[in-house]
C-alpha cells in the first residue's frame, strides 16, 4: 500500500550543509531556525496552544540522503563508521523512507513561523508533521541504548585571535549566538572517525552565511582559524 504525504513546512535553518551538524537534537543548543509553515497551516489556528509547549517532535524527511534501493545494516559514524549494524538499531540519515525525527527547543511561535533552537536539521529539511512533546509520556526514566548511551565526547575548541574577533563581528550583524554555535558544533569533532587529521589540514563548514575553518594542532583539539562571509 502506498499514501502519499506532503509537507507541513520548510525548515530555514543555521545549518547549510550536513558536515558539522550535530548528530543529534540538544548537542548545539546555540543551533537555531525557524519552521516555516506551508499553506493551509500557516494560518494561526494551526498553532493556537503550541504557546504552552516548551518542546516540540518533528516529524521530517532527509531529503539530502533519500536512495531507492533500502539497506539492511547501516555504518553509523557514531561507531567509527567501520561497524555495519541493523538499520532500525540506529538513527542513520539512510534509512527506509527517509523519515527523521527530532525534538527540539520551541522558543517562539506565531503565526506561519516555529522559531526553533538545539536543531540538528539541514536548511530546506521538509517537515511532515509536529507534534508537542509530552514529558511523562515521551522521557522514559530506566531507558537504556547499549549503542548510545551517553552524548559523544567533547574536545577542546580555541580561536586563532582574528577568527574570533570576526566570530563576535558577524554574531552582531547576524543577531545570533555565533561563537557559541560555532565551539558548540566543533566540540563534536564532527571529522569522520577514520580520518588521522594532520595540522596543515584545513577543514570547514558553512554555518548562516558564513564559512568557518578549522584545523586540529593536534589530535584531539580543534583551532578555529577564520569566519568569512560565503562568496558561492
Ligand atoms: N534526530 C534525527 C533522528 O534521530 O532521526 C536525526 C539524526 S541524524 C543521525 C542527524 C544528521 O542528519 C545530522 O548530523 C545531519 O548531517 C543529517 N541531516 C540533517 N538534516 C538532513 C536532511 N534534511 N537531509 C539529509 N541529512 C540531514
Excluded at 84 to 109: K, W, Y
Excluded at 114 to 143: C, Q, W
Excluded at 169 to 195: H, M, N, T
Aim: with cysteine.
Amino acid at each position: 500500500m502506498q499514501h502519499l504525504v506532503s509537507p507541513v513546512g520548510i525548515v530555514h535553518s543555521c545549518f547549510k550543509e550536513k558536515f558539522a551538524i550535530p548528530r543529534q537534537p540538544h548537542l548545539a543548543p546555540a543551533a537555531r531556525g525557524v519552521l516555516e509553515l506551508l499553506p493551509p497551516f500557516d494560518q494561526g489556528d494551526a498553532v493556537q496552544g503550541l504557546e504552552q509547549v516548551s518542546h516540540v517532535w518533528l516529524l521530517f524527511l532527509f531529503h539530502q540522503a533519500l536512495e531507492d534501493k533500502p539497506r539492511l545494516k547501516v555504518r553509523p559514524p557514531r561507531l567509527g563508521g567501520n561497524q555495519s549494524v541493523g538499520v532500525f538499531s540506529t538513527r542513520a540519515t539512510h534509512r527506509p523512507n527517509g523519515i527523521g525525527q527530532s525534538v527540539v527547543r520551541l522558543e517562539r511561535v506565531e503565526p506561519g513561523r516555529l522559531h526553533l533552537s538545539g536543531i540538528d536539521l539541514l536548511d530546506g529539511t521538509p517537515v511532515l508533521d509536529i507534534k508537542p512533546y509530552v514529558p511523562y509520556a515521551d522521557s522514559v526514566a530506566e531507558a537504556h541504548n547499549g549503542m548510545a548511551d551517553a552524548p559523544p565526547p567533547l574536545i577542546p575548541v580555541d580561536w586563532q585571535d582574528a577568527a574570533l574577533q570576526q566570530a563576535q563581528q558577524q554574531a552582531l550583524r547576524l543577531g545570533q549566538p555565533l561563537v557559541q554555535l560555532i565551539e558548540q558544533c566543533l566540540a563534536q569533532d564532527p571529522r569522520p572517525a577514520y580520518q588521522q587529521p594532520q595540522p596543515d589540514r584545513r577543514y570547514g563548514a558553512r554555518f548562516w552565511d558564513l564559512d568557518v575553518h578549522w584545523h586540529y594542532p593536534e589530535p584531539g583539539r580543534i583551532r578555529v582559524l577564520d569566519v568569512q562571509t560565503a562568496t558561492t
